[in-house]
DNA sequence: CCGTACTAGTGGACTAGACCACTAGATTAC
DNA sequence: GTAATCTAGTGGTCTAGTCCACTAGTACGG
């Protein structure tokens, strides 16, 4: 118990309290510091920290959003079970998906081309007349085998510098944070199912008109300006979304 | 303008204060009686309505995560537009999700029944070993054309006096919410890509082995009682989900 | 004409309290 | 023994403020 007490925070950073507070809780929570089942009290919390339940509260609120800490009126405040299965959705690359599946993610690039995308690419992208983007198609594998066939598209004026081979090497969205200071914001996806065209079936490795998991997906930075559009087409019969819904 | 100065609250009502500021703007916003665009200052909320600001923010907040107003720091908060084609994923029934998509929905009952379910549900359900559910399939319609076909099980032991009947009638949600006072909290879904089999294709009149959406879904109650577990079978050509992604 | 400085207004973060309903365990009364 | 009561602790809600960084418009000075 009173792991929490280890706790740091800065009082003069320019990351708020609330936000240090949830993520050195969120990770201990993920590296088992905290145990399921292990209480955590708001008044506790905030004395230990030396600042205000409203802000202990805060912190808690955000962890509870993604199902990590559970509430009980009048007993207290717990540390869930892990569930791997089902995760809130949250806005995550290939590469951290397939991680939270338990897989290894690889991939492939078929395709580096800077250009000028379709009308409807360039509009959800909010380019200008001449401005284009990097169109990137990749194979994307898990565990070895193939899982998704990806084409994104990525306004070139955010990362003009962004060479085939960054891609190659790893994650899109950390070259984007890291490299370019791009801070993703959310995303709006758009999930339907498909059967595969011939192209398609064949990198997948499936039947042709196989059934496909096909997202779009726009992802916008966290001044709302759109970043990236892609298409990701799943092996219907390897990949399952989940979600996590809320009434009101 | 002015127009939240017309909200009315019950201070001594048992639904909160944030609560009710949140559902009167959700209406006005809705309804069009605050266009898009409106600028909503929370000083301003706060003083009209007579609560303190952080009352108004926490009522604020909640619409912002549902996409139904947006801030600009240092600018203000404002009414969105209204996005018909994403929408924040709330938990609905068919009939609500079709309203919001401009459809009308209706459905045909094709089976009512009360019997032990299988294993793997009656875990889900968690029910005890003589407890039952019902079985309700039904045939989903959106302006009469069909658009999935849907078994659900729900546990009996919440609704004992439920009638093939009711559900002809109306929302299955909305029996169990007025008439068993049963609270909808949350749900965990599962989309996955299928072939429809043959009896599948029949019922939703599309071609044998043809790409449908499939949608397991599992609701709980607010104090997480599992209350129903559904399976939708969309048609692939028809339907798409739309969610909303967040970054930590 | 063009910057620069001022100012009013905004949301973001935070504090230090308050009262309430609820839970669970201990104590007391019968 | 059991039922009713008390009590400490919990989260839920709410108040009435504070200070800060930011925006946008306005006035002023060169």
């Known amino acids: 118990m009173n792991a929490q007490a280890s706790v740091k925070l ?31 009290s708001e008044r506790e919390l905030s004395e230990k920290l030396k600042v205000s339940r409203m802000t202990a509260r805060q912190a ?15 007993r207290g405040t717990f ?34 081309r800077k250009l000028r995308p379709e009308a409807a690419i360039a509009e ?3 380019l200008d007349e001449d401005e284009e983007a990097f169109e990137i198609t990749r194979l994307r594998l898990a565990d070895r085998v193939p899982m998704a066939y990806e084409t994104c598209f990525v306004a070139a004026p955010l990362c003009p510098k ?8 790893g994650s899109l969205y950390q070259i984007l944070e890291q490299e370019y200071d791009v801070r993703l914001g959310h995303a709006d996806e ?3 199912a498909a059967c595969a065209t011939a192209r398609e079936a064949e990198l997948l490795s499936i039947k042709p008109r196989a059934a496909v998991l096909v997202v779009t997906r726009t992802v916008y930075a966290t001044d709302d300006t759109p970043i990236e559009v892609v298409r990701s087409v799943y092996r219907g019969d390897r990949y399952q979304a989940t979600i996590k819904l809320k009434r009101r």
Chains 1, 2 share one sequence.
Request: charged share 30%; net charge positive.
């Open 124 to 126: 959800k992208l909010k």
């Open 190 to 192: 758009v999930l339907e």
């Open 162 to 169: 962004l060479k085939c081979a960054d891609v190659e090497r």
């Open 10 to 40: 800065n009082k003069s950073s320019f990351t708020p309290l609330y936000h240090q507070i949830e993520q050195a809780l969120r990770r201990q929570i993920e590296q088992g510091e905290l145990a399921p089942g292990q209480a955590i």
């Open 60 to 74: 808690l609120s955000a962890l509870r959003e993604d199902g990590l800490i559970y509430t009980e009126r009048g």
């Open 79 to 112: 540390v869930a079970e892990q569930k791997l299965t089902v995760h809130t959705r949250q806005l995550l690359g290939f590469t951290e998906d397939m991680r939270r599946r338990g897989l290894g993610a690889s991939s492939k690039v078929l395709a580096f």
